[in-house]
């Protein structure tokens, strides 16, 4: 379950209930969760808890698939899909892999995006972006004046800001997604300590270390 309350179509919210008529059909999306893509939809019952933010947050969604981008949607969903994957965001790596392949991308091209380094199925402009968005959400913007040059061999400054704009914008719905526990986000961490066998508490190297001790 989601950390945050949910906020269905009891909130009166003219705007997301217009988006629930969308992608739940006649149902609660509470009572009913479940979208045609697979997920609970519980992203937007969260977010319905703040009506305006509802609103913020899906107005940005249709800034970057306007027609009035200048930025190859390829290229875009590049960015989207690998930044969900390195916040290690299921959600947004998942849903985006499905935009991915939507926008042209081939099965090969989505399967490397976890390993693009090492892959040959982009093309120069296309690692461009993979490594610009690395530096983006990895290195916090740290952008090396050779990737950038890269983006600008390519690329118009207005596209250049379209990406970095829908790139770091998805750096956090993997972030948020993944602190709210939302959607596919839903998962106990697995960074947790791992009980010796019979309930002993000894450290290992501790041990290693009074081995080491006793020969000299």
Same mark, same amino acid.
């Given at each position: ?33 479940? &979208? ?16 305006? #933010? ?26 989207? &899909? $690998? ?24 099965? #090969?091209?989505?399967? #490397? ?14 690692? #461009? ?48 997604? $993944? ?38």
């Amino acid at each position: 379950m989601p950390r945050l309350k949910q906020a269905g179509r009891e909130a009166g919210n003219p705007f997301a209930n217009r988006i629930f008529d969308l992608l739940f059909e006649d149902r609660d999306p509470v009572e009913s969760p479940g &979208t045609a893509t697979g997920t609970p939809g519980n992203w937007w019952t969260v977010f319905n808890i703040v009506p305006d #933010a509802f609103k913020h947050t899906t107005e940005g969604f249709q800034f970057y698939r306007s027609k009035e981008r200048k930025l190859d949607p390829k290229l875009r969903e590049l960015g989207q &899909t $690998r930044a969900g994957f390195t916040v290690g965001s299921q959600f947004v790596f998942s849903q985006h892999c499905k935009a991915s392949r939507d926008v042209g991308l081939t099965e #090969a091209q989505i399967e #490397a995006i976890p390993h693009w380094q090492v892959a040959n199925c982009y093309s120069e402009i296309e690692r #461009a972006v993979l490594a610009y968005t690395d530096a983006l959400v990895l290195q916090r913007g740290r952008v090396s004046d050779g990737v950038f040059l890269a983006l600008k061999a390519s690329l118009s400054d207005e596209e250049i800001l379209e990406l970095t704009y829908t790139t770091c914008t998805y750096m956090m719905h993997a972030v948020m997604s $993944r602190a709210l526990r939302l959607e596919y986000d839903d998962v106990d961490d697995r960074i947790v300590e791992v009980p010796a066998p019979g309930g002993d508490s000894a450290d290992v190297m501790s041990m290693v270390d009074d081995n080491k001790k006793g020969e000299e």
